[in-house]
């Protein structure tokens, strides 16, 4: 049996199983509903759902989208979030190999999928996310200060076996990464966390000055914070750049097809959110195109 296939396997399980976890944070987070308790239910009918109906993916497509008991659509949502947490799993393990970083950015990404759907759906960013996860980025730079070896600890390559030359590009990768963390993550982190902060506040308070109406939420400013911490000053700035090119885009798209009017709240956390990945697989690059 080819060894690399059972560890996409594998995670493609664990990452399936994760993600229906996620999908219960997502529906009962905002709610302020317990995480472990009580077992899930069908949110239409009430009826407590059994084993068989909760196998991510699989019972989806057996019940064919809709509830056993009802027969009401079961929310799209469920599955894609199962889908979106293996193509985490997966993807992540393609770039980083299983290392530090993959464990780090695998734990962020899964929180922010979690921000994701909620921000789309309830139109917040629940501090119950934010505020620990901004703590642990700074637990994890700390560690990162004292034990520099973590860093550059890589314990299994995706094509290790396959071909030498991509073990170099997982290599090269994971340093970046440490590289940008300078020699002291902890100052770093603290100075992503502020330059999130300082930079949401400033467009908040332009936004008021202005247009004379909310243009940041405060949730959105925790976020930023949140996602300084774990990434550090500079991919943090370009981050937060690529967001508001998204941002920008999406809500001049759902301006002109009418979907919106200048009136209309729109969620700013997921922009946030894809400038954050593409910033983890690109800001390297592009930092090095702007700074040669
Ligand atoms: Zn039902």
């Given at each position: 049996m080819n060894y690399q296939l059972l560890i996409y396997i594998y995670l493609f399980i664990v990452g399936i199983s994760i993600g229906s976890f996620l999908n219960v944070c997502i529906y009962r987070i905002p709610r302020d509903e317990s995480i472990a308790f009580p077992p899930s239910r069908c949110p239409n009918c009430g009826r407590k759902l059994t084993f068989w109906d909760l196998i991510p993916i699989f019972s989806f497509l057996f019940l064919k989208g809709k509830c056993r008991y009802c027969g009401e659509k079961i929310n799209l949502r469920y599955p894609i979030v199962e889908i979106l947490s293996a193509c985490l799993f997966i993807g992540f393990y393609l770039i980083f190999g299983i290392s530090y970083f993959y464990f780090k950015f695998v734990l962020l990404f899964s929180a922010l999928l979690v921000v994701f759907f909620v921000d789309l759906s309830e139109k917040i960013i629940p501090d119950?996310?934010?505020?620990?996860?901004?703590?642990?980025?700074?637990?994890?730079?700390?560690?990162?200060?004292?034990?520099?070896?973590?860093?550059?600890?890589?314990?299994?390559?995706?094509?290790?076996?396959?071909?030498?030359?991509?073990?170099?590009?997982?290599?090269?990768?994971?340093?970046?990464?440490?590289?940008?963390?300078?020699?002291?993550?902890i100052i770093n982190s603290l100075l992503g966390i502020a330059i999130g902060y300082f930079i949401l506040l400033l467009i908040a308070y332009l936004g008021k000055y202005f247009l004379k109406k909310e243009a940041m939420g405060g949730g959105d400013v925790k976020l930023a914070g949140m996602l300084g911490s774990f990434l550090g000053w500079k991919l943090n700035c370009i981050s937060l750049y690529f967001s508001f090119l998204i941002g920008g885009s999406v809500a001049i798209v759902l301006l002109i097809i009418k979907k919106k009017n200048l009136k209309d709240q729109i969620a700013f956390g997921p922009a946030i959110i894809l400038g954050a990945l593409l910033s983890i697989?690109?800001?390297?690059k592009f930092l090095q195109l702007i700074v040669p």
């Open positions: 119950l996310i934010s505020i620990p996860f901004t703590l642990i980025g700074i637990i994890l730079s700390t560690f990162e200060t004292f034990i520099p070896k973590l860093t550059t600890l890589i314990w299994q390559n995706a094509n290790l076996y396959s071909s030498i030359s991509s073990l170099s590009k997982v290599k090269s990768q994971v340093g970046l990464l440490s590289n940008n963390n300078n020699k002291l993550p697989l690109y800001g390297e």
